[in-house]
Nanobody
């Protein structure tokens, strides 16, 4: 199983970015994908998640209303659309995956597979 994030970069405050998490060796029949981020000097935190057993993604309070998670099973890819970005969103963003199970949560221990991360910078 391999998860590969892409789409990171530098964007001005108020701007948008879309991150992708491409999965290989991982089917979207029964899965959960979580997005996490780690800012410099801080612990990694959960951003949101999506699963095959729950039609509604879950979001952390800090990104609710600004970030959207969507999946494209034909492409084996999950997207994190980020809008109204703030300097506080600056971090390395990771996707993580697991197969089987019900629903999803943004607990790191829930996931078996991790991507390498992609950097998002929102200058202040």
């Amino acid at each position: 199983v391999q998860l590969v994030e892409s789409g990171g970069g530098s964007v001005q405050a108020g701007g948008s970015l879309r991150l992708s998490c491409a999965a290989s060796g991982f089917t979207f029949d029964d899965y959960a994908i979580g997005w996490f981020r780690q800012a410099p000097g801080k612990e990694r935190e959960g951003v949101g998640c999506i699963s095959s057993t729950d039609p509604e993604p879950y979001y952390a309070d800090s990104v609710q209303g600004r970030f959207t998670i969507a999946s494209d099973s034909a492409k084996n890819t999950v997207y994190l659309q980020m809008k109204s970005l703030k300097p506080g969103d600056t971090a390395v963003y990771y996707c993580a995956g697991r197969t089987a199970g019900w629903g999803c949560h943004i607990y790191e221990s829930e996931y078996d597979y991790w991507g390498q991360g992609t950097q998002v910078i929102v200058p202040s």
